[in-house]
């Protein structure tokens, strides 16, 4: 019992990494360039859970709609500042800028909300569901099953939809997306809104449990990139796999050994990939990145 309630909590939190890991990978593809404040857009869907659940007393599933749509407006204005204005510059450019940008947010929040942890609502309320002689947490699974129907959207958009077409002949190659007229800078913008209301929605479901904090999404850009090196630059299913791996060590292996050895364990994992994969476990062709 206690086993499967290990699994529940490791699959659900690597639901949530793998929402941020796939808006890392969204923005990646769309523009060749690293958004190292992908993580401080996780940080801004929490903080906007919080507004609204003050705002609005109705069942955290409610809110979600909500800040997904104010996220991904988010996600337009940060592409207008953070990447257009600088992607005739050198990639350091794009670079620096995500990073600024970030750093930016994190002390708009300190003085908007102060340093200390803040918790937003449950999407179905608190407490456990019993299941026979199995207890679980009804927020890890209600985390597994938003995380799901994202997912799951995200691929239906990309692969079934003449806008997801365009979106992925922007990412493979944006002269000719351009030159049968694709509108390859709206493309690029949609790709942030769709990553940052991936990253929003990561927000909602780690911040009723794990809290959010000005600083929170420091430690989730990290995670990210470590999930895309594992599953492979490019890749949305590696992404996800290497969410998955990286929740696995947090919550199944720390849960044998200490969080200490869990996370030392993780980065030797993360090293031999390295050295005899590095590609990552989906590989893709080799691609120049900032």
Known sequence: MLALQLLVNAVALGAAYALVALGFVLVLNATGAVNFAQGDMVMAGGYAAVVLAGSLPVPGLVLLPLVLLLTAAFGVVFSLIAYFPLRARPPAAVFISTIATGIILQNGANLLFGAEPRAAPALLGGGILRLGAFVLPRQSLAIIAVAAVLGLAQHWLLRRTQFGRALRATAQDREMARAVGVRVDRMIAASFALATTLAGAAGFLLANQFFVTPTSGSDLILKAYIAVTIGGWGSLAGAVLGAMLIALFEVGVSAVLSYEAAMAALYAVLLAL?????????????????
């Open 274 to 290: 390295l050295w005899l994969r590095p590609q990552g476990l989906i590989g893709e062709a080799a691609r120049a990145r900032a």
